[in-house]
């Protein structure tokens, strides 16, 4: 059964850094692309970053290009989303993803198989 687990969520100043996580169990981890999303309240999911099996290659949205960093270690099985200069517009939930197998479009959701529950991120102005 596969499970993704986010964790590192908060409340947060605008500015301040924030760090989240996401633990996976249940499939073949460092075969598969993973990615974030974010979802405000009465907003489509949005896509903010994706980065592939080997880490060689990442992938991030325009509203946070630039702030906004992804990684991951395959030793430990967890995908890292490290969000800086926090604005009060990032306040969403924020989920994992794994990319589905065969797919090269890593900007919509569809093309993700499993997610986590999401983890929450508030930022104060």
């Known amino acids: 059964q596969v499970q993704l687990a986010e964790s590192g969520g908060g409340l947060v100043q605008a500015g301040e850094p924030l760090r989240l996580s996401c633990a996976a169990s249940?499939?073949?981890?460092?075969?598969?692309?993973m990615g974030w999303f974010r979802q405000a309240p009465g907003k489509e999911r949005e896509f903010v970053a994706a980065?592939?099996?080997?880490?060689?290659?990442?992938y991030y949205g325009d509203s946070v290009k630039g702030r906004f960093t992804v990684s991951r270690d395959n030793a430990k099985n967890t995908v890292y989303l490290q969000l800086d200069s926090l604005k009060p517009e990032d306040t969403a939930v924020y989920y994992c993803?794994?990319?589905?197998?065969?797919?090269?479009?890593?900007?919509?959701?569809?093309?993700?198989?499993?997610w986590g529950q999401g983890t929450q991120v508030t930022v104060s102005s």
């Open positions: 993803a794994s990319h589905r197998r065969g797919s090269s479009w890593y900007y919509s959701p569809g093309h993700y198989n499993y």
């Open positions: 249940g499939l073949t981890f460092s075969s598969d692309a």
């Open positions: 980065i592939t099996w080997s880490g060689a290659t990442t």
